[in-house]
């Protein structure tokens, strides 16, 4: 079976210096917030060209502090994506905030931006732009209507490690920028983590105290906290991966490159990047209206396949529950339907993705 992502086949590869990093964290004993979560936020930091990250236990988390951080409360409202995984709305609904759904481009998956504006109110309070699948969220149209309207720019990056927009990193550009460390992220742990970056010492503060019990100084609490901290041995992980995610994003855009010239069928709707953009395709993932016969055809072969994501946010019970989205969002709707991610890691072979292409195209 060739995997969605073959987690076996990095760690093999870095096994003497992660071992050797996950021996140094148990004997130090030094397993809360130690030498290596300290060292993982001014090396993430100084690779976006920023003065702050503070990392957190989950992507989820970095959302969610960084939502109150930018003092996000009951009512107000913001302006996201529905087509995405659950936490980039969920935070906004666990903080008794109202998420509002503005549909998406079909080339990019990300928010329209000519779609914002209409559903601004007074109640409106920041934007998530969500870089889905390693693909950038269009920024310079979100920063201005951001500006224009007084609002916070949230950015979710948690599948985007190291994409560019216009030559910015993304995550640098938004008041504050939200990573996760999921094990199958384009930059990882193994188990949970997260980390949030920003220009503004304020912000850094804020969640720096929200991520230990609303405290700076042991036993005094400023603020009603989390218990949100970054393992130390996720940390140490996540430093030897640092070093070379320059370089698997590389052979992430290599691997789509092989498909995108592979793959031949007019059936098919490869991705797209848009122009002044780097995808680091943490998923490569196509378009077709016979998604589910193809699915079937690749799983008859081996071949792993996945759908990210079958029920846009506007249409989650959970959500359908609690807010009035009466709203239908056909962009996002037909690319829940239509819309087929296939395998994508640095290690892919060019065998395997010769392989996944040959089903494709014969399927047809
Ligand atoms: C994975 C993911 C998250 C949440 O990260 P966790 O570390 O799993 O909490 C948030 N947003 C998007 C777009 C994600 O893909």
């Given at each position: ?6 987690l076996?086949?990095q760690y093999?590869?870095l096994k003497s210096e992660i071992d050797a990093a996950v021996a140094d964290v148990l004997e130090s004993a030094q397993y809360i917030l130690g030498p290596n979560v300290g060292k993982l936020e001014?090396e993430i ?10 990392s957190v236990a989950n992507g989820?988390d ?117 990573f996760s460390f999921f094990p199958?992220k384009?930059l990882a742990g193994y188990g949970d983590g997260g980390m ?15 991520r230990n ?14 218990n949100s901290r970054l393992d130390e041995i996720q940390a140490a992980i996540v430093r030897v991966k640092l070093k ?121």
């Amino acid at each position: 079976m060739i995997p969605m992502v073959d987690l076996k086949r990095q760690y093999h590869a870095l096994k003497s210096e992660i071992d050797a990093a996950v021996a140094d964290v148990l004997e130090s004993a030094q397993y809360i917030l130690g030498p290596n979560v300290g060292k993982l936020e001014e090396e993430i930091a100084a690779y976006h060209g920023l003065s702050y990250a503070v990392s957190v236990a989950n992507g989820t988390d970095a959302l969610l502090l960084a939502l109150r951080a930018c003092d996000i409360k009951e009512g107000d409202e913001v302006i996201t994506t529905p087509f995405t995984f659950i936490a980039t709305a969920e935070v906004v609904a666990l903080l008794n905030a109202v998420p509002v759904f503005v549909d998406i481009c079909p080339d990019t998956f990300n928010l329209d931006c000519s779609q914002i504006k209409a559903k601004i109110t007074a109640k409106t309070k920041a934007i998530i732009p969500v870089h889905l699948f390693g693909h950038p969220a269009d920024m310079d149209p979100i920063m201005d209507i951001a500006r224009e309207n007084n609002l916070k720019v949230i950015e979710d990056c948690a599948q985007a490690f190291g994409a560019k927009y216009k030559g910015r990193k993304v995550g640098s550009i938004g008041d504050v920028g939200c990573f996760s460390f999921f094990p199958s992220k384009n930059l990882a742990g193994y188990g949970d983590g997260g980390m949030i970056i920003t220009k503004e010492e304020k912000i850094a503060e804020r969640i720096r105290m929200l991520r230990n019990h609303g405290s700076s100084k042991r036993y005094y609490h400023h603020l009603v906290g989390y218990n949100s901290r970054l393992d130390e041995i996720q940390a140490a992980i996540v430093r030897v991966k640092l070093k070379r995610i320059d370089e698997y994003n590389e052979a992430r855009r290599r691997n789509a490159a092989a498909y995108c010239s592979a793959i031949n069928k007019k059936e098919i709707i490869l991705p797209s990047t848009a122009l002044g953009c780097e995808h680091v395709y943490h998923q490569f993932t196509i378009r077709t209206k016979y998604r589910d016969r193809l699915s079937a055809t690749l799983g008859q072969n081996n071949i792993s396949s996945a759908i990210y994501y079958p029920v846009p946010l506007h249409l989650q019970e959970a959500f359908l529950s609690r807010y009035n989205l009466k709203d239908s969002l056909p962009q996002a709707e037909a690319c829940a339907d239509e819309v087929l991610s296939l395998p994508m890691f640095p290690e892919l072979g060019e065998e395997e993705i010769k392989i996944i292409a040959g089903v494709i195209n014969n399927a047809f």
